[in-house]
């Protein structure tokens, strides 16, 4: 088992920035990605990032592109989402979660080993 916990969110202006934080705790071999999955109310959880174990491999969600970095420390088995440019439509409740692999996280159906509980993020005009 893995467990995930996430920090860091919050109310933030359009144009602020925030960084989450993701700290995994267990049996966290055989999970090379990490990332980050986001949901609104009324829409399907999407994806927004992933890295893989050596951060040779990183994915981003085309909205995200340039606004967002994903990267991790894997001393402290913990994933980061540092957020720019922030956005009204990046309000949500954001998931860290970890996969065998950084690209499979990416597709259009994930296969996800394991999700945290969640932080919210809201960000107001």
């Known amino acids: 088992q893995v467990q995930l916990v996430e920090s860091g969110g919050g109310l933030v202006q359009a144009g602020g920035s925030l960084r989450l934080s993701c700290a995994a705790s267990g049996r966290t071999s055989g999970s090379d990605g990490m990332g980050w999955f986001r949901q609104t109310p009324g829409k399907e959880r999407e994806f927004v990032a992933a890295?893989?174990?050596?951060?040779?491999?990183?994915y981003y969600a085309d909205s995200v592109k340039g606004r967002f970095t994903i990267s991790r420390d894997n001393g402290k088995n913990t994933v980061y989402l540092q957020m720019s440019s922030l956005k009204r439509e990046d309000t949500g409740v954001y998931y860290c979660?970890?996969?065998?692999?950084?690209?499979?996280?990416?597709?259009?159906?994930?296969?996800?080993?394991?999700w945290g509980r969640g932080t919210q993020v809201t960000v107001s005009s």
């Open positions: 979660a970890t996969a065998t692999s950084a690209s499979t996280m990416a597709k259009t159906s994930p296969k996800i080993d394991y």
């Open positions: 890295i893989s174990w050596g951060g040779t491999f990183i």
